[in-house]
């Protein structure tokens, strides 16, 4: 799987956009990058996922450059409640789509300040 | 709340011992992965079940053992514990093994004393 790099950390003030940014130089054509989050210790909580094109959900947004070689997840309107680490994974699926593991790396810890 | 139910939510216990995780996934989802995420060692890929069958090893010690039943629940089996087991272990679980997102549960504490 491709490598990810992520800011270890972000600030943002609440109300305002959090754009998180990540760059996967060496991401392959079959591959898509996926963002979750960990608030606190909970579990991970899926955000989303795209392989070229722009994607947007309840969520948030995610912006692939047309290279592939980077990537931005933005909240639109963070809250307090968006504080947590932020992942960046690059998630290679073969034609047969078997390979389901995640490869979680440090990730960017976002605080919203109020 | 993701739907992926993981049983105990904290378990104490001490080194030696044998103790059994719990993971029951979102109903319809076929695909469970296990992970464990350590203080120095992060979110760890452990191992992967689809439909009752292993799919997918990631760094799992030999003294950890997992299945899936035909009821799709699974358990992780951690024998001879050591200190540097103490960790939270996360159950996820997706519809497939495809570009499906795994939703995780909140995790079991372990502690090993």
């Known amino acids: 799987d491709a490598k990810t790099t992520q800011p270890t950390s972000m600030d943002c003030a609440e109300g305002r956009a959090a754009n998180l940014p990540c760059n996967h130089s060496?991401?392959?054509?079959?591959?898509?990058v996926y963002w979750y989050r960990q608030i606190h210790s909970q579990g991970p909580q899926y955000i989303i996922h795209?392989?070229?094109n722009n994607e947007t959900n309840e969520m948030a947004s995610l912006i692939i450059t047309e290279d592939r070689k980077s990537s931005t997840l933005i909240l639109p309107h963070a809250t307090l409640r968006d504080t947590a680490v932020y992942y960046c994974?690059?998630?290679?699926?073969?034609?047969?789509?078997?390979?389901?593991?995640?490869?979680f790396g440090q990730g960017t810890t976002l605080q919203v300040k109020p | 709340d993701s739907g992926v139910t993981q049983t105990p939510k904290h378990l104490i216990t001490a080194t030696g011992q044998r103790v059994t995780l719990r993971c029951s996934p979102r109903?319809?989802?076929?695909?469970v992965y296990w992970y464990q995420q350590s203080l120095d060692q992060g979110l760890q890929f452990l191992i992967q079940?689809?439909?009752?069958?292993?799919?997918a090893k990631g760094n799992i010690l030999e003294r950890f053992s997992a299945q899936q039943f035909p009821d799709l629940h699974s358990e992780l089996n951690l024998s001879s514990l050591e200190l540097g087991d103490s960790a939270l272990y996360f159950c996820?679980?997706?519809?497939?093994?495809?570009?499906?997102?795994?939703?995780f549960g909140d995790g079991t504490r372990l502690s090993i004393l």
């Open positions: 060496t991401i392959s054509g079959n591959e898509y």
């Open positions: 996820a679980s997706s519809v497939g093994t495809g570009r499906q997102p795994q939703h």
């Open positions: 109903s319809g989802d076929l695909s």
């Open positions: 795209g392989l070229k």
């Open positions: 994974i690059v998630r290679f699926l073969s034609d047969s789509g078997n390979t389901g593991k995640l490869i």
């Open positions: 079940y689809y439909n009752g069958e292993e799919r």
